[in-house]
């Protein structure tokens, strides 16, 4: 595994520390949020890297003990070998994951919306059940969420909920949730104990950037009109 890659990031993360602390950055609001994403998605890669050379250090360690000991020292350092080994195994794993390009959305906040399917009252019941679903893993991720609509049934269901999820990485984690959702279950609304299927389908939209639209007044025609009849006051 190539590891010169790392390097280099924590080259950029350095750098990154000591751009955050610039006055001219400080006060650009722009400027220290990109930065600040840039060196958050830097952190954990970077601590296991560390992590892996510490291991790496250790391991050599245990190998020369190995070498030149013997007895119940060589058995311990043997032991060691084996353990640092399957460290380093899991730590090389998790670098490789990441070295895999990320998508340019997954920093964003969504809109997600739900809406319940086919399944009439059920539908309604289990889209509820989504929508606290979402929202405690949203707590639990110590993202904020904003609920934007909701319309409920009168059963406790809901035909439909529009709310705004906002943290870190939050696209990146619900990005996958878009379809619909079927659950096939007793409804507390069937008495006679069968199965239904229902359905509730989930959409969720990365924030949009903001955008500066400028408009040059020659490409702009503006014209005005005067009525020629009565038709009424002030028609003018």
Known sequence: ???????ELRKEYQELEQKLTL??????????????????????????????????????GARSLYETESGE??????????????KLARLEKKLKF????????????????????TGGDEA????????????RFAERKGWKTELYDINKTEIGGIKEAVFF???????????????????????????????????????????ADEVEVEINREDLRIDTYRASGKGGQHVN
Do not use: W
């Not at 990441?98 to 399917?117: C, H, Q, S």
């Not at 019941?125 to 679903?133: K, Q």
């Not at 299927?197 to 969720?204: D, Q, Y």
């Open 165 to 207: 999820i906002s943290g870190r990485r939050v696209y990146e984690f619900l990005k996958y949730e878009v379809g619909v959702h079927r659950v096939q279950r007793v409804p507390t609304t069937e008495s006679g104990g069968r199965i239904h299927t229902s359905a509730c389908s989930v959409a969720v939209l990365p924030e």
């Open 23 to 60: 006055p001219e950055v400080i006060s650009d609001p722009e400027k220290i949020r990109d930065y600040g994403i840039r060196h958050s998605e830097l952190k954990e890669p970077l601590e296991n890297y560390e992590k892996y050379l510490i291991f790496k250090d250790e391991l050599s």
């Open 98 to 117: 990441f070295l895999i390009p990320t998508d340019p959305d997954a920093d964003k906040n969504v809109i997600m919306e739900l809406r319940a399917g």
């Open 73 to 86: 020292m060589r058995e311990l350092a043997l032991s060691e070998i084996e353990k640092l080994e399957k």
């Open 1 to 7: 595994m190539n590891f010169e890659i790392f390097e």
């Open 124 to 135: 309604g019941l289990f889209c509820a059940d989504l929508f606290r679903m979402y929202m």
